[in-house]
């Protein structure tokens, strides 16, 4: 007999994505009197709950009054769940109808899988989203698209699976912590996984369980820097709770350094104006001294082709007319304000992030501890499932450079030989 299985869908102001993500659920090869499903509506505007409960009236819905987050909303599915497994489904998902089947055979297998990943397609199947993912040492994930890196569709372990499609087994999830509440979203499944490993499971790819994005619906509906500031926080909360002593005290001031730096290039200033005796005026947010140059102009490409992608030509658009009218702003008014600076908002996230740091420090070190005193697995045995440990965030020349020197000066190199990195 198959086993019950929660399905818990998470949403916030997704009405218009509902329908596809439901029905894929009842047409599942599953038996529907062994399936629950729950949608944890994650203070909706927009009517989310009540079309539910119109529409699909076997569905449980927990409404919340406010947005409580990724992490939280689907802890608290997880432990409202009543059966045995639990699967986490973005709402921008619809899903093949052997998905669910896929997962649960595969995680059945045995006992120490505690989670079951599935592939990602786009919309139209057409392009791959997530085939397993890659973590860098200082905490930022990414999802190679490139199917050719990972072989054939065979069933392999991996650092982690997407928290947007996945199965866990409902004791573990919840003895393990589950989702860490405090990194209200993204990264919150690379963390989980990671802790997954130091507690002695293992984490499962099964390629054969499809599932299939609209990409970023939810996370378009928030500004690019409060975004910008959970990456960058909660690489850094992460990198804290799991690494062991000994890795942690040589990784840290590198990560810290580096997040200094990203906040740097974000601005797009001009260093020499900070610096005495520098005959420099500051009168353009472009940056004039030697090599930056070239940097931002690579920066804009890959920032404008970002926005494309994910938001359309419309976001293009009004990014480039924010764009010159701060141009113009710091042609004129900055001509006479020598003690203003343009710089974009999101070039300030890395900076609140190391603040939000600052003051959970003591509550992150706390749960550091509790880790590391169940650890099983030791930093040796994970880091090889990192796969591109110094893949550089973000990935241009005079940011790598640094990054390369650090890793030279605190011999970062150590921790990753037996990566085929080192």
């Known amino acids: ?8 869908i998470l949403n ?17 090869d599953y038996p529907q009197d062994q399936l629950e499903v729950i949608l944890v509506d994650n203070g909706s505007s927009d009517g989310s709950a009540h079309y539910v409960a119109l529409n699909f009236p076997t569905v449980r819905v927990i409404g919340l009054p406010t947005n409580v987050g990724f992490a939280k909303g689907n802890n608290l599915g997880a432990r409202a769940a009543r059966s045995e497994y639990v699967a986490f489904l973005n709402n921008d998902m619809r899903v093949d109808q052997r998905w669910l089947l896929e997962l649960v055979q595969t995680i059945q297998k045995s006992d120490d899988v505690a989670a079951v990943g599935s592939k990602i397609l786009s919309w139209d199947g057409s392009e791959i989203d997530f085939i397993g993912g890659t973590l860098n040492f200082y905490g930022m994930g990414f999802q190679p698209t490139d199917q050719s890196q990972h072989g054939d569709d065979c069933v392999r372990e991996v650092l982690f699976a997407c928290g947007g499609a996945l199965l866990a087994r409902r004791s573990v999830f919840l003895e393990s912590g589950g989702f860490d509440e405090d990194f209200f979203a993204y990264f919150e499944d690379v963390d989980w996984g990671w802790r997954l490993w130091i507690l002695g499971y293992r984490v499962l790819l099964q390629p054969k369980a499809i599932a299939y994005h609209r990409g970023h619906a939810t996370g378009k509906k928030f500004a ?9 926080r909660n690489a850094l909360y992460m990198i804290i709770k799991n690494y062991e002593e000994s890795t942690l005290e040589r990784i840290l001031p590198v990560a810290l350094l580096l997040t200094a730096k990203r906040s740097s290039l974000l601005s797009g200033c001009d260093k020499r104006t900070f610096r005495m005796g520098n005959e420099v005026q500051p009168h353009s947010i472009w940056p004039a001294s030697r090599g930056p140059a070239l940097l931002i ?9 970002q926005l494309l992608e994910e938001f359309g030509v419309w976001a293009v658009l009004k ?12 042609r004129t008014v900055l001509q006479i304000r020598r003690d ?6 999101v070039a300030l996230s890395p900076l609140m992030a190391l603040d939000d740091l600052a003051e959970a420090l003591p509550d992150v070190w706390r749960r550091r501890e509790e880790i590391q005193r169940r650890r099983v697995r030791s930093d040796a045995e994970i880091l090889p499932l990192f796969g591109d440990p110094f893949h550089p965030h973000p990935p241009d020349p005079l940011y790598f450079d640094l990054q390369q020197r650090l890793v030279s000066l605190f011999h970062i190199n150590d921790f990753f030989k037996n990566s085929g990195h080192g």
């Open 1 to 8: 007999m198959l086993p019950t299985v929660t399905i818990v």
């Open 12 to 28: 916030y102001n997704g009405r218009d994505l509902l329908p596809h993500c439901l029905e894929s659920i009842f047409a599942l």
């Open 224 to 232: 690019a820097e409060q975004r910008a500031v959970l990456y960058e």
């Open 297 to 305: 102009r690579s920066s804009l490409r890959r920032e404008f082709k």
């Open 319 to 330: 990014e480039a007319i924010r764009r010159i009218l701060r141009w113009f702003y710091a």
């Open 340 to 345: 203003v600076a343009v710089i974009p908002r």
